[in-house]
């Protein structure tokens, strides 16, 4: 297989997050999705949940209509979302499941249970040339089902990866590596991401099959210490050196 470029999109949640803890205007996603492409990143990625917990509709708007790098919306499937994404129409969305209490996306969408809810969301995202993707986790079944809903890309949760530690570490890594093979044989483009860090990356960006991750968290924690720029830098950087490699050992 010829070696593919892996994107990097940027999920800048949680500059809106600490720009929520004192209200006002700062930190502002839209400078950080600045900040971003000017370090490399290849799109942004943003969260808009159902409490406006850290994005807010004004950072949608804004979002949509400053940045020159494409923007990934990540959305519920409920009609309040969609009406916004369908009025914005960002580059791409992505469904993920959303639970009130959770700190964070904890887990993959049930897209096999949920088809027939999801159905009419896939629909008009794509009726509307916005390209979806359904964030899952890394199971054959649920493969089939983004599958037999339509949807061009799946986005496979890491979380349970980052993690696990040892063997488990291993075993976790296993199933997303066979669901990466198992989205190409299906002909559906697989992204990636939750929890990655420097640590955590190399290994998920070496599996040639991916098309981006999406890592948000870390990177925006992390530039507290060397700078936004750095941070997406390091990652980049790490990025490519473990696709190299690993291509280099394929092709030996
Ligand atoms: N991808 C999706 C679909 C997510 O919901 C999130 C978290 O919002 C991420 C990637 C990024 O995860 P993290 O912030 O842990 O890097």
């Known amino acids: 297989m010829e070696k593919r470029y892996l994107r990097l999109g940027v999920n800048i949640d949680h500059v ?11 930190p ?10 000017a370090a490399g990143a290849d799109g942004i990625t943003a969260h808009l949940r159902e409490d406006r917990r850290h994005m807010t509709d004004d ?8 940045i020159d790098l494409p923007l990934n919306l990540e959305m519920a499937a409920t009609d309040e979302m969609l009406a ?12 993920v499941p959303e639970k009130r209490q959770e700190r964070t996306t904890e887990g993959g969408l049930d897209a096999a249970g949920s088809h027939n809810h999801l159905a009419p969301f896939v629909a008009k995202l794509n009726a509307a ?3 979806v993707s359904l964030f899952i986790e890394p199971d054959m079944r649920q493969l089939e089902a983004a599958k037999s809903l339509g949807a061009p890309v799946v986005e496979l949760h890491t979380g349970a990866y980052c993690e696990a530690e040892g063997t488990e570490r291993d075993r976790q890594f296993r199933r997303i590596s066979r669901a990466a093979e198992y989205a ?17 990356v190399a290994p998920i960006a ?7 991750l999406n890592i948000g968290h870390f990177l925006i924690g992390e530039a507290i210490f060397g700078g936004l720029e750095s941070s997406i830098k390091r990652m980049r950087s790490l990025m490519d050196k473990a696709r190299s490699e690993a291509h280099g050992e394929r092709s030996a």
């Open 84 to 95: 916004i994404a369908l009025r914005h129409a960002p580059h791409a969305a992505c469904i």
């Open 129 to 131: 040339d916005i390209r």
């Open 16 to 26: 809106a997050t600490i720009r929520n803890a004192r209200g006002g205007q700062h």
């Open 28 to 37: 502002d996603p839209v400078r950080a999705a600045q900040a971003a492409a």
């Open 184 to 200: 190409e044989a299906l002909g559906i483009e697989c992204h990636a991401g939750h929890g990655l860090t420097f640590d955590t």
């Open 59 to 66: 950072d949608v708007a804004r979002l949509s209509a400053g």
């Open 206 to 212: 070496a599996i040639p099959t991916l098309v981006e």
